[in-house]
């Protein structure tokens, strides 16, 4: 039986619901999946680092057992009070790094360094760090390649529903010419308050108590954490190169409540879209927006948390792939996925081969000539 050794990068809420996964299900993913998954390492910013290669590897149990902001692992066996991530990523023999650190928009740091330390350590990786994806992809892709380790990053657009791995697996054969998507959960409930009579202040309030905002909500209220899925998915669906420059981005604090509540009193739902599309030249144009849909739009009727991306297509028209955008289990379940990913090249030996939908796709050419 094949078993994966593990490094988990960072023990908040997803790695730690992997881990669960892993504990909790690891029998029955080992019958379902045919592999074996053991934890050999964890770091924490706060907790620090615990490596155990020998025997079953980590017990999960006591780790789960208590609150994550109790957890200290110095005093354990294997234990440090010091993350020493690049040490764990290089050094310590593991298959696949997980890597689920804060999301820097700017520069991607530090997971842009955990990912690369782990590729040129010929580890596979997989993260759900949006950073490191919408900024440097293909050059991390390349440098998978020569070192011929998987990149998987399916948790970095909409949690843990498949949109990256279902258009790269399903939508052979189609030129897939643009696409709108719903891509942030909170900012969508936020908007869905406002038409139900609260203010904006009570309604994002109101979603940080529910979980689906953070303590800052900038990234998602503003636009930015729409921004970089929106980059990730034209460079990968649509083969461009965006920077952050390409896409402007607004967001939705600016809109009114009573502007929202109007609108839907006509028949629009405001939403805020994340969009791009191939011009007749080829290139990509796509933006972040507030825009007021009718109801009759694909997205208009996306609700609360719920993710939406509607893709435009040559053969079928507008594809529509929907679910949860948000949760610490669902987007554990997008590496758990990752890693059935680079399983499944690993059998088939075709690890480092995967590029994007675009490149998979001849016929995008040969249409839009």
């Known amino acids: 039986m094949t078993r994966y050794d593990l490094a988990l990068i960072g023990f908040g809420g997803v790695n730690r619901a992997l881990a669960e996964l892993i504990a909790g299900r690891g029998d029955a993913l080992e019958a379902e999946l045919g592999f074996a998954l053991r934890v050999v390492a964890i770091t924490d910013l706060r907790a620090g680092s615990l490596v155990r290669t020998d025997g079953e590897g980590i017990d999960l149990a006591p780790l789960l057992a208590a609150a994550p902001g109790e957890l200290d692992f110095s005093p354990m066996d294997g234990g440090s009070a010091d993350p020493r991530n690049e040490w764990v990523i290089r050094e310590v023999p593991a298959d696949i790094v997980a890597e689920a650190t804060f999301t820097n928009p700017t520069d991607g740091e530090p997971a842009l360094s955990h990912v690369r330390w782990a590729i040129e350590a010929g580890k596979h990786v997989c993260t759900t760090n949006k950073g490191p994806v919408a900024l440097h992809c293909q050059a991390l892709r390349e440098l ?72 800052d909500p900038t990234a998602d209220v ?148």
């Open 144 to 215: 998978a390649r020569r070192h011929g380790v998987c990149f998987e990053f399916e948790g970095t657009v909409m949690s843990g529903t498949p949109v990256l791995r279902t258009a790269r697996r399903m939508f052979g054969g189609l030129a897939v010419t643009g696409f709108e998507g719903v891509l942030n959960g909170t900012s969508n409930y936020v908007l869905g308050r406002l038409e139900s009579g609260l203010s904006f202040a009570d309604a994002v309030a109101e979603a940080q108590a529910l979980g689906y905002a953070e303590a």
């Open 222 to 369: 503003e636009g930015y954490d729409v921004q970089l899925k929106v980059m990730i998915l034209a460079n990968e669906v649509l083969g461009a190169d965006l920077t952050r420059a390409d896409v402007p981005c607004t967001g939705i604090s600016a809109l009114a409540a009573e502007d929202v509540r109007r609108a839907a009193a006509e028949g629009l739902r405001w939403k805020l879209v994340g969009s791009a599309a191939r011009r007749p030249d080829g290139t990509v144009e796509a933006r972040v927006a507030p825009v007021a849909l009718p109801d009759g739009h694909p997205l208009a009727g996306v609700t609360g948390p719920v993710n939406t991306v509607a893709f435009h297509t040559d053969l079928l028209g507008t594809v529509t792939v929907g679910g949860p955008g948000a949760g610490r289990m669902e987007t554990a379940y997008a590496l758990l996925s990752d890693v059935i990913g680079i399983h499944e090249q690993t059998m088939a030996g075709a690890v480092g081969t995967v590029g994007t939908v675009a490149d998979n796709k001849p016929l995008q050419e040969a249409r839009r000539g």
